[in-house]
């Protein structure tokens, strides 16, 4: 690295506001506009760039995203902030083109950069600059990934980071960002609502502001440079993003022009933007023609990352999308995890919900023909699969749980087990059944559906939990008996239980003590007992641990319980899974799925109790 000539420094860039076209002091601001609140755009003297430029280095040095400090606005590079980021691989997709009738098809894998997202190029400029400015400490708003990288680059930078997320963010990116130092708070409220705090925070206590701003969008450009090397200097047909914020859109664009206006490539791609049906404002400004954001008050979608309702630089990304002579669209959550699986399934890459959205996009492309089969097509997979697990699990089955004997394995091969996964997130809530029906319908249903032959004594099992359903006023969605069949067959060894409950009451009050009754046979003898608890499930599970404990069959503790809400909307049905463990350090994790919470929880204790009972016997 050479260091820039003092001069040249203050000259080779400035930061420009996108509204009202006024040059902004970066001492002053580094976000937005002091005047009107726009979006900063950074503009660069290209005279000066190109004459810097090595070309022999450029065409010959391996790709990343250091390489390209010439288009960085980075006045001192000894405060540069790096990780080493970008050169991430331009994956051919033969499988997945063969599937979708393209004839060349690429996936950009930002998933491969130091914190699993593209987010580290900007990062790296963006900390850098920090840096440079001597900031005392950053904060930053995220929906997740940005927390994640901001917290690895000022920790390398040695600048404390404050962090703020909308709650219920997914805990990987948490769990990255905490370990990584950041000091972080859930905001009860939607990123837009993290994203003005944070800004108050800033203003406050003088802390760096960090986020999608003008120096971001400078070290995004990369994965543009990057496209471009990896095509052997052409760009592609058309490159298929993702967007939240609309920045990384923007930095796509932007660095696919500066390429061009150097002489680096012949042409410019198409950009397509696309956003989830539940958070679309930016596809739907660009569908209507409008160069105002609507904002959308409260995004939902399981692509966690691209829910930003209030999206500043949509404005860039508007103007991107029209100057490529690109398009917008948007898909819906199911159209998005059939194409994160799809991904996974055919090219072994996997990705976030997020990153899955331009995979989901192209049949749609396709068909209207926005772009056309022969045409080069990038996608670009944002974020890695691993920082959010829960999303894919939601089209994934939970996998059985076998006593370790061979004869399990092979009733798992038999029934065919592994196709449920087939059933996917597709009509998850297309009602199946309003009544019970018979034994041979309920195979025959579930056959059709998931393709899973059952047994007679699991159609009886099934049906026994469809009845419960049915009788509690409830209808069985697809949904609903995926998680049905998945509770019965994941006690695919269940032992014949030694306790059964019979029957249960629960007295409750708003604030008073909740009081069960339970009637249960222990080893077919009839027993009753009663307990309080601070709640109704607490008071039921309390009186069946007093009933079993008495026996002095088995002493267990309750190690872990978990209550999760499969189905949305108004007939949700529960699952619970609670951990049981005994003196003899044996572990079991059992399952309850019913509309009921108590219910759903008195089946996991009765079967976690049972299998600890039937795992204490063996040994
Ligand atoms: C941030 C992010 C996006 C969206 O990028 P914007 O710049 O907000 O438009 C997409 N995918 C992933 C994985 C992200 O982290
Ligand atoms: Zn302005």
Redesign the pocket.
Known sequence: MKARAKKAEATFYQLTCIGCGRRVREEESTTRCPHCQSPLDVRYDYGYIRSRLNRYSLRNSPIKALKYLDFYPIRDLDQVVSLDEGGTPLYRCRKLAEATGLSRLYIKN?GANPTG???DRGSLVEISKAKEQGAKAVCVAS????AASVAAYTSIAMMPCYVLVPEGTPIGKMAQALSYGARLLQVRGTYTDAARLTEELSRRHGFYLAG?YAFRVEG?KSQAFEIIEQLDWRAPAVVI?????????A?LWKGFKEFYELGLTDRLPRLVGVQPEGCQPIVSAFNQGRDTIVPVAKPSTV?S??A?GD?L?GVK?LAALRESGGCALALTDAEILEGQQHLARLESIFV?P??A?PIAALTALLTTGRIRPEEVVVCLA??NGL?DPKSALKVLPSPASIEPTLQEVEKFLKLKLYEIRAAGAKNGDRTLLTEVPSKQAVADLVRQEFGVRLTPEYAQRVLSLVEDFVNKGKTVTKGDLQYILETVLRGLSSPDGVLKVEDFQVKTTLHGKAEAKVWVTFAGERLEGEAAGVGPVDAVINALKALVLQRGQVFFELADYQVQINTPGTHASVETTVVMTDAEQNRVVATGTSPDIIVASVRAFVEGYNLLWARQRRT
């Open positions: 930002e997202v593209f987010k929906t997740g990934n940005m999608d995004q993003i993702p967007m939240g914020y609309g920045t990384n859109l930095a692509a990352a691209v930003a999206p630089d990304a976030e997020a990153g959205i944002t974020g920082k």
